[in-house]
């Protein structure tokens, strides 16, 4: 019996794809595609829904052959441009000359997203705001690491957190690093260990495009969503391309910063598999600002490789899979050619990092349900050394007998699945329901022997999710979602539920109203693993005992308009925001250890609050000048004061968090070969907690609570390329000046004694570069 159904089956296996070969003729199709009156060169011709497709040769002309007879949708698609579509019927033995016109982007206002749902949706008919950050902005603006690039997105600043080794985080709508969720394709891979270094270590060639979503979404992300997700997205191969990038630039007076990048992806000949390979290779030099021989900016080494695929196994299935290899080899602190111990003061890091992931999608005939199955990991270990010499003679030699070396260990995995389905006629509308359920396992260990510091931890969640995309009219959208998490450090199941709702006036506008709860589970995230320099010891932080979830609740309302003309395009984005969370997370400082040694607690606090407004502007004129920004204004503070410091009194208002904070970028293309681009990151006044010790030339006598002045970081850029159609290659040569006015802080802390963590403003001095790209 069993043999019997056996042979059935190959039997209705051979029979399908005899059938599916037997329904491709010589139905042929044969054209071009110009835009302006130029053909366009490697411009992807395919036909939808299927797995046929070419692209125009270097004269901008195609040709498909041996295509399958119907009805279907030919498609033209190209970076930079609209994409173009046309109904054609396939006959067998005719051939079609079909001619596409491209029109050429403005901005892109309606980009296809996937972060704010889930699932695929227009950036105009999704009801969360949904900002893209795509691969020419992060070019324009000369930005070679991931780190670099969210300066340029509104409610986002990139802040460095350490003067020794220069770990940043990432604060949106004015919460701290573990307040974000970092996405790698959609998959929380980041963990808490990988996110003090890993948007550092991730080049700028490695991404497609970068999407955030502001406020809370732990309705569909789980925990630590509060303040919001940034999901990068990896490169896809789109065409046979190659891109090689080189890049020289100087800090400072004499800090030399060496970059190489390449690209290379392929496509088959039916489009229907892929894959995209990038290398990076990185070496900068230590960088000192105030003559002391320690350094601001530390000595830097990495490299990076990876690759995206993907596979489509027939019509309806569809296979990726990524990987990446990340090192890193950082130091910092006394500038000496000795091993780290023997330094008065320094902080040495390795980091090995492997990521990687693998995604099953599954669509149905009629397009309307879904079905997709994931997994996705990373490993993380890392060697590193945090110590500063004692001044007394015994200890002196106590210490460079078991030196503070440690080492971490940190895995994550993933995973899960998700239905999709459209029901058309829902009481009044169409409705798109998602579900799907996903576990996710994170384990830190990382340990330092002679500062008897260790943290073993082992974080394990499990959450499902249901969600409701209910288009009630052409001008109205209501999403409503929840989320149910089950998290091993939290006694009871949480449920975090969202509701938003979208109202589109006429074409050009969109009014967004939303609100969302949040949680962030009682671990140790991000900084908390920072060992700093403070007060002539070093400062750790420790978790309470009783600690427990932090819960926030969230608001925001909106109104989008974007007007484009025949020759210009104008829009703005107007956001408030609010967010109130309950049993907040604090830190406060409990005393020392026995060495000296300061202690920090992260214990619960009472309610604090942030609100705000984000405003962003954007305009493109006749495609030569391009114009945007942003601009918030915010207020965050505890309802409890906090003591941050044992010989001061407390404050309410968050540290290291401006009232204002913002960015430009402006591009000027002039014609087909040149192009200038001015970018700048504006960051307000903030209070920065300054450590003293007593009798220190280099440091405060005691502790000071700062109010950093403003600053304003401009950053030129300007190319030229040159093209040949012989060798069908471009070659661009740039060069240009980041913090260009020298924006830098000018009181640093010196000597071996230093407090580390009194560092704000740009993360760079004055720096030039000079750089060439060779691309296809």
């Known amino acids: 019996m069993k043999k019997s159904i056996l042979y059935i089956i190959l039997i209705t296996l051979h029979i399908s794809s005899t059938v599916k070969a037997q329904v491709n003729s010589d139905a042929v199709i044969t054209g071009h595609v110009v835009s302006n009156g130029e053909h366009l060169p490697f411009v992807n011709i395919y036909l939808d829904r299927t797995n046929y497709g070419t692209t125009t040769d270097v004269t901008g002309h195609y040709m498909m052959v041996d295509l399958p007879v119907g009805k279907y949708t030919l498609v033209a698609k190209m970076v930079g441009y609209k994409t173009a579509q046309k109904e054609i019927e396939l006959k067998a033995d005719e051939t079609l000359e079909i001619k596409f016109d491209l029109e050429e982007e403005f901005i892109r206002v309606d980009e296809v997203v996937i972060t704010g749902t889930k699932t695929f949706k227009r950036q105009t008919d999704n009801a ?141 000949q039916k489009r229907n598999a892929g894959v995209a390979l990038y290398t990076s290779y990185r070496k900068r030099d230590m960088y000192d600002h105030n003559g002391d021989n320690f350094s601001e900016m530390p000595k830097l080494e990495n490299n990076s490789f990876g690759l995206n695929s993907f596979f489509n196994l027939d019509e309806n299935q569809k296979l990726e899979a990524n990987f990446s290899s990340m090192y890193e080899y950082r130091y910092g602190g006394e500038m000496v050619d000795k091993p780290a111990y023997l330094a008065t003061q320094s902080e040495e890091r390795t980091h090995n990092v492997l990521m990687g992931g693998i995604n099953y999608d599954y669509i149905s005939d009629n397009n309307q349900t879904s079905f997709s199955l994931y997994s996705a990991g990373q490993y993380t270990g890392r060697k590193h050394f945090t110590g500063i010499a004692p001044d007394d003679s015994e200890k002196l030699t106590k210490y460079n007998f078991n030196p503070p070396y440690g080492s971490s260990i940190n895995y994550t995995v993933q995973f899960g699945g998700q239905v999709n389905h459209l029901i058309h006629n829902f009481i009044k509308g169409s409705n798109n329901i998602t579900f799907g359920a996903e576990y996710k396992v994170d384990d830190v260990w990382d340990e330092i022997e002679a500062y008897n510091y260790l943290i073993d931890q082992n974080a394990r969640n499990f959450g499902s999710f249901l969600q409701s995309d209910w288009s009630l009219t052409a001008k109205t959208t209501l999403l409503t979602g929840v989320r149910a998490d089950k998290h091993n450090f939290v006694k009871n199941l949480i449920l975090n539920p969202r509701i938003s ?276």
Not at 200 to 222: D, F, H, K, N, T
Not at 237 to 266: C, F, K, M
Request: aromatic letters at 12%; hydrophobic letters at 35%; glycine letters at 10%.
């Open 128 to 268: 969360v705001i949904v900002n893209v950050l795509d691969a020419k902005s992060i070019e324009n603006i000369a930005a070679q690491t991931v780190s670099e690039s969210l300066n340029f997105q509104p409610g986002l600043r990139m802040e460095t957190d350490c003067q020794t080794c220069n770990y940043s985080q990432l604060r949106m709508n004015g919460l701290g690093g573990a307040y974000s969720q970092i996405l790698v394709n959609s998959r929380a891979v980041f963990s808490p260990l990988t996110g003090l270094y890993g948007l550092e270590q991730m080049p700028s060639e490695m991404v497609e495009r970068i999407e955030v979503v502001r406020g809370g979404g732990s309705a569909l992300y789980g925990s630590s969503a509060i303040g919001g997700t940034v999901n990068i997205i990896t490169r896809m191969p789109q065409r046979n391309s190659y891109e090689i990038t080189t890049n020289a630039s100087v800090v400072g007076e004499d800090a030399a910063d060496l970059s190489v990048h390449g690209t290379l992806t392929a496509l088959s």
């Open 501 to 776: 709702f979208l109202y589109k006036p006429n074409t050009d506008a969109q009014l967004r109203l939303s609100w969302s709860t949040g949680f962030r589970a009682p671990q140790a995230f991000d900084a908390d693993m920072h060992i700093a320099f403070a007060g002539g010891g070093i400062q750790t932080i420790q978790l309470s005992d009783d600690l427990k979830e932090e819960k926030s609740q969230s608001w925001s309302a909106s109104l989008n308009w974007d007007k484009p003309t025949e020759k210009h395009i104008f829009g703005f984005t107007i956001e408030g925001f609010y967010t109130r969370l309950n049993d907040a997370f604090i830190l406060e400082e409990i005393g020392t250890t026995e060495d000296g040694n300061s202690i920090m607690e992260k214990r619960n606090g009472g309610q604090s609050n942030v609100r705000g407004i984000t405003l962003e502007l954007r305009a493109n004129y006749n495609r030569k000048i391009q114009l945007e920004g942003g601009l918030t204004l915010q207020k965050s503070q505890y309802e409890d004061i906090v003591a941050w410091s044992e010989e001061l009194p407390g404050t309410k208002d968050y540290l290291r968090t401006p009232e204002t904070y913002g960015y430009y970028t402006f591009t000027w293309t002039p014609g087909a070969k040149f192009k200038a681009s001015l970018a700048g990151i504006y960051t307000g006044t903030m209070f920065v907690p300054h450590y003293g010790l007593t009798d220190d030339a280099g440091t405060p006598e005691q502790d000071i609570l700062f109010k950093s002045p403003s600053f304003l970081e401009n950053n030129l850029k300007i190319s030229y390329t040159f093209s040949s159609i012989r060798l069908d290659s471009s070659i661009e040569l740039f060069a240009g000046a980041g913090n260009l006015f020298d924006q830098y802080q000018d009181d640093f802390d010196s000597g071996k004694n230093r407090d580390s963590g009194y560092i704000y403003g740009p993360a760079k001095p004055r720096n030039f570069f000079i750089g060439i790209k060779i691309y296809n």
